[in-house]
């Protein structure tokens, strides 16, 4: 079994930065692939990033650029960066890990999810 919680969502201004951090527990992810997506409202999920173990990163192109995905393995947690946040960028930002070392840019690849935490960017 393993529980991914992620922390940091809020209320920021155009222009403005967040970090989420998801922690993980129950079991190592150190091995395995990582990633974050989002959900808008009225919109299916989002990719938005994934980090391998070896701390290779993979970003959509709507963030490029803007987010930083990182990786603790030592803390057993993953961090999403958002600098330059646009209201486009409003979302219920997930954690997610697969059982592999493979990349994942789908949600099917994923076989662990956090809760969610709410990202707001006002105009």
């Known amino acids: 079994q393993g529980l991914l919680v992620e922390s940091g969502g809020g209320l920021v201004q155009a222009g403005g930065s967040l970090r989420l951090s998801c922690a993980a527990s129950?079991?190592?992810?150190?091995?395995?692939?990582m990633g974050w997506f989002r959900q808008a409202p009225g919109k299916e999920r989002e990719f938005v990033a994934s980090?391998?173990?070896?701390?290779?990163?993979y970003y959509a192109d709507s963030v490029k650029g803007r987010f930083t995905i990182s990786r603790d393995n030592a803390k057993n947690t993953v961090y999403l960066q958002m600098n330059s946040l646009k209201p486009e960028d409003t979302a219920v930002y997930f954690c997610?890990?697969?059982?592999?070392?493979?990349?994942?840019?789908?949600?099917?690849?994923?076989?662990?999810w956090g809760q969610g935490t709410q990202v707001t960017v006002s105009s």
């Open positions: 997610a890990a697969r059982s592999t070392a493979a990349w994942g840019l789908r949600d099917s690849d994923y076989d662990y």
């Open positions: 129950g079991r190592t992810f150190s091995s395995v692939t």
């Open positions: 980090i391998r173990w070896s701390g290779s990163t």
